[in-house]
């Protein structure tokens, strides 16, 4: 290592008050990359809130505003703070991963595993609010929602094309991926 690299790496290592500018630097990703993915399925929320609306379903729109605006909270506390973010890689910690993912799914009724027969017992707003999360995590991830749909969350959640479920998935989302304006 260089003598300028080695005081690079020094200076990023330099404590304020016993706290690393590495500490705050990935305190401020974590933090930042949870309040950016609420916002992205708060987005999502109110454009299907409005082409609710616009179908005249005033009080589901209403309601999904709402959850939206609750939306992963429980990700900024205890174990879900503390391992949500880190990789499924990492063997050390990929216990606290399962455990932190288990938590949050536990404690957020927008997910299938929150029921004993998964998205088959969600109610409509848990379903709409679903798949606005699931829109956020496809642009986050830069992958196609609908295929993702098919081709993962099918059998991840056991419903088909045919199922119930899959025609409540499917209406909220050509409300959401309509690519009208407004």
């Known amino acids: 290592m260089s003598k ?14 016993g706290v690393s500018a590495e500490e705050v630097a990935a305190f401020r990703k974590k933090l930042n990359l949870r309040v950016r ?3 992205n399925v708060q987005n999502a929320a ?4 409005d082409r609710l609306a616009e179908l005249g379903e005033f009080d589901l729109a209403r309601r999904l505003v709402q959850r939206s605006l609750r939306h992963d909270s429980s990700k900024f506390e205890g174990i879900e ?18 455990l932190a993912i288990h938590q949050h799914q536990q ?8 029921f004993s ?11 709409a609010e679903m798949v606005c999360d699931w829109k956020a995590r496809s642009e986050e991830f830069g ?14 959640y056991g419903f088909t094309v045919r199922s119930k479920v899959y025609h409540k998935i499917k209406f909220f989302l050509d409300l959401l991926l309509d690519p009208r304006i407004g």
């Open 81 to 98: 703070w503390d391992f949500l973010d880190i990789s499924p890689t990492d063997r050390k910690n990929r216990s606290d991963l399962r």
């Open 117 to 127: 027969s998964g998205a088959h017992d969600m109610s409509r707003v848990q379903i």
């Open 4 to 17: 300028e690299e080695k005081t690079n790496s020094d200076e990023d290592k330099e404590t304020v008050d």
């Open 46 to 49: 109110l454009l299907l809130a």
């Open 37 to 39: 993915h609420i916002q």
């Open 107 to 114: 404690c957020n009724d927008h997910h299938p595993e929150y």
């Open 143 to 156: 992958s196609s929602l609908v295929d993702w749909v098919k081709d993962v969350a099918c059998e991840k």
